[in-house]
């Protein structure tokens, strides 16, 4: 293989910049010619290629974003849009193509594979909700985002013995939400994947104020409640001051941490190998520990679970 | 005098804890006691009173949110409380005292002086809307933390060539949004205190992406529009891709900066100061870089101008 | 079990409140009395003994350094210390010791249960040096530390065309450095485990400046070299501007991350289960991602190795 | 005038580049085309200029360092290289010179205008020691660094019952060590300006130790004494455990604050309109809250007075 390309797609993720940084420096050390493709799948049908040297990707390992832009990846399900931008990418002597990017990003770099065009995906997205790894790149940034600003909520919660309702990202996903509950000392944490019953939150706040816990944080993924609503439930309910905050887009940018440069950077060196050695239709991805490659098909497919235990032991540390 | 006491009202605000740090440890060395009341004019009504001392101020300087906790100020508005107040600083041998708060912290602090009680007030409000002075503790602080909010979202604005609306807080006045917009790099800034017109907003983004500005950063302050709003009328004018963030409760919350943590320690040291030199009815702030004395009346009766020039500066860096 | 004791012993590390906080907690919902020992090894023969509520953990989650204070061990190796130390936990019903620290105080936890006291160690220290885990608390958030510095170092770097030499802290082994070297962008990283040779980095250096790096950033452990005789060495053989950064205590401070705030609430949880299953003898840590108890013979006694593969990989991505 | 130019020189500081973003916009507004200078006085004589239009100064506002980069200015002070300078801007058509940095870039700029070439500073230096002005570019950054560091070493000072020495820059001035003691809440600060008497500090401590204050911070301006000189010599006479932090440059860089960004965007303004008013041989400054020109020649040559009301504040808060 003598020209790869590479892609980001999907949300913005931090540590997406590591990732080309590296794919691009590797791609150039194992001899092969890196092209960066603009804003997606889009760039990839409208040919905007430019060629990458280790160069051009100074000083972008510590930026948010990523330099290459991204898309929405919706349009890019039809057949004859898959068939196209393989086309161009032939047309340009292009033999691989890496795509960073959550779920509906992977679908697109299968769509490909299945095509027969080599492609290996870079497990990139903060909701963390890609099936056979532990850990997908800006997950970790998202959260240390998340987990600021609930310290600094928690300031204006102690100070005016209030409740609050945090709602933070993550999709039809609970990742964020429980490791953000748990690091910020949530009193409550809903996710999507626990059933919860208002009643017993409830039960919940009337029992902490008993014991003397004047105010109390709940932690609630978007996919599991709106915290909007459930602030006027509680308000109806009991008879104290509740104020709400959506944490939003905050959590995708950012400088990304020590972990998200480090995974980014081991998954851009992988990928890259990974093409090389002929694999494709593969991720890259984290698990025990270790980088690993798995099949697109069951990435994109499966369903991750959360570890209950996590959930259990939120539990006991609001005691 | 021998004995004063200070308390915090209304919303908090980072740099509050560093005033009481202040006002309690310049009160021992002036050989004054001092009383920390809780919970605002709450405490005061159910003499909620507690002595502090200078080790009971350790570690709290750099702590957003009060350790004396306080709360919302509209019940004080009656005359008997008021009465009752004085009553009961009076039954304790408190002399005078000092309340760290904002706007309708202050008038509660004036009425007080109304009725016979010497008050001075330290200027303490996020809002920065308090008239006769350039400062209030905590506006840094906030200002800086929308800004860090900005930058991470300009890192998904860019990567998505996205517009985006930030609404920051503020109440009824533009402060917060005039400093985060010129600070975070706004193309466009709303403030209560300028008129603007949609189809002029409109027509800025259209010639911003005209002059290849891909994306674009709209700042507005609560009181100007809500940026859900401002979002869904640009939505329907142009076809770009629009979002939102509402930055809410962060903005109260952290550690405080350099600012606000000198401007508190020096607030705290003239409040005292200002007791024992038989001052009353009286607010310090800082004016033109000096720690100034203004007569409460004045302070929360006149309203507090936006500097325009300022609103000149945000449009010229936005070319 | 009914009573069991908890101290934090070494250098503080991010992250040890969490793990106080877990263990009371965790120890409360168990329905066994908790005693924290103040000032390490030292309060355990002074017999600065206090029990520990959930209430009595409130508000230390974020907060970095130990509310249990520590001590360095040295003195803590003479049996007849060893003996009084058990002696005075038995007098106070205690039953069970865990200690929360690095090397040197599994040391002292392992001495305890040879003499026949159970104990269980939690892995925590910057270093990151304990055999058969992956991680130790405290290591992220000193990584993550030493990242924000050199990203700001590299401003000036950039700004001036100058080389800079960064030492970061990790005692003999290059966890610290390495991550942070990786992480950091850092064209050249020097750990104690990997052989250097001084006339190579000469070399790197010069070559760099042929490719056009202007600027060079070295990233050396305080157990490879100190970054000072490295500048001197330098700067006599190439003529460029070098500066010397060495980053140290900030690296110990600081409100934990995500990451060693979960690993130590997992680990607090785990410490108290593995107390009340009779475990004995061991530490718990993090291996392969999953929360592990391996004997502290092994811990203590064995080295434990770099990942040499990220060596290679901080090679290439500084082409 | 129709043509100016704009370079950046001496030591870095936060906020120069919100300074360059400030000038090349407010130009491009008035009419004027702006060039960039690189590398500062060496750019100048080695011609090494660009042409700024409005897109070359985007994402920078936000960043540290310079995007102009910067030098040293020792051999600018030779009336030939002065000479030089003047002819190569006059080859290129360049009626003004804005010169952003500090003291000893600001000779600079008074040398090339008593040359007669106009000329317009910028005062812009971490120090913050330019005369007839309150507050530079950089400085408010560099003290919130230095107060961020020192929060992260109180957190060992208190886990250890320490006491922590910390170095500061500021070279022969104190201002960086006075305000960051206040806001870091050190029990004393040295500084240059004011004599310092070791026995008093080693009585300080003995005293605090008496009264439990248990850790001990100390804050040093580096053009006071040296913190590791200071170290041995406490050591020498209290028996306590003693640590040394020598800040360094991480208190150059760093994304800049509200002040500094707001400071030189307005700064950036005045010194455009400046040159357009046929002002020279001045330098831009906020004094008083307000936008100020001062005589170069002033500004350079007198010597700014430390606050000493601040100091009597801190010896009152450290009680």
Redesign the interface.
């Known amino acids: 293989m003598k020209r790869i390309a590479v892609l980001?797609s999907g949300g913005?993720a931090?540590g997406?910049n590591a990732a080309i940084?590296?794919v691009v420096?590797?791609g150039?050390?194992r001899g092969v010619k890196v092209i960066g493709i603009y804003?997606g799948y889009r760039g990839l049908l409208e040919k905007d290629f430019r060629q990458m040297l280790?160069?051009d990707v100074s000083?972008i390992?510590?930026?948010?974003?990523?330099v290459l832009?991204?898309?929405r990846t919706i349009e890019f399900k039809e057949e004859k849009k898959q068939l196209r931008a393989i086309k161009n990418m032939k047309e340009k002597g292009i033999e691989g193509l890496i795509v960073v990017g959550g779920n509906g990003s992977q679908a697109g770099s299968l769509a490909l594979f299945k095509k027969g065009f080599p492609t290996i995906g870079i497990a990139s997205t903060i909701d963390n909700d890609l099936w056979g790894m532990?850990y997908t790149i800006g997950f970790?940034t998202a959260?240390?985002?998340a987990?600021d600003?609930i310290?600094?909520?928690?300031?204006?919660a102690?100070?005016?013995?209030r409740t609050?309702i945090v709602e933070v990202m993550g999709r039809d996903a609970g990742f964020i939400a429980m490791?953000?509950g748990?690091?910020g000392?949530a009193d409550i944490i809903l996710v999507p994947e626990v059933k919860f019953n208002i009643n017993e939150i409830v039960d919940d706040i009337k029992n902490g104020m008993k014991?003397?816990k004047m105010h109390h944080l709940i932690v609630c993924a978007e996919g599991a409640i709106h915290a909007r609503d459930l602030g006027k439930i509680i308000q109806e309910r009991i008879t104290i001051d509740t104020?709400?905050?959506?944490?939003?887009?905050?959590q995708?940018?950012?400088?990304p941490?020590?972990?998200d440069?480090?995974l980014a950077?081991?998954l851009g060196?992988k990928a890259v190998d990974a093409l090389l050695d002929k694999e494709k239709g593969k991720i890259v991805g984290i698990?025990?520990?270790?980088i690993v490659l798995i099949p697109l098909e069951q990435a994109v497919t499966k369903k991750k679970k959360l570890n209950l235990k996590?959930y259990k032991?939120a539990r006991?540390?609001s005691?």
């Open positions: 980001t913005d931090p997406m940084r590296s420096r590797v150039y050390v804003r280790p160069r000083g390992l510590e930026k948010g974003g990523t832009k991204t898309s532990d970790d959260v240390n985002t987990i600003a310290d600094k909520i928690r300031d204006t102690e100070s005016h013995d609050f490791d953000a748990i690091a000392g014991k003397k104020r709400v905050a959506v944490l939003g887009h905050i995708r940018g950012g400088s941490t020590r972990f440069r480090l950077s081991a060196e698990k025990s520990n270790k996590l032991l006991e540390l005691v």
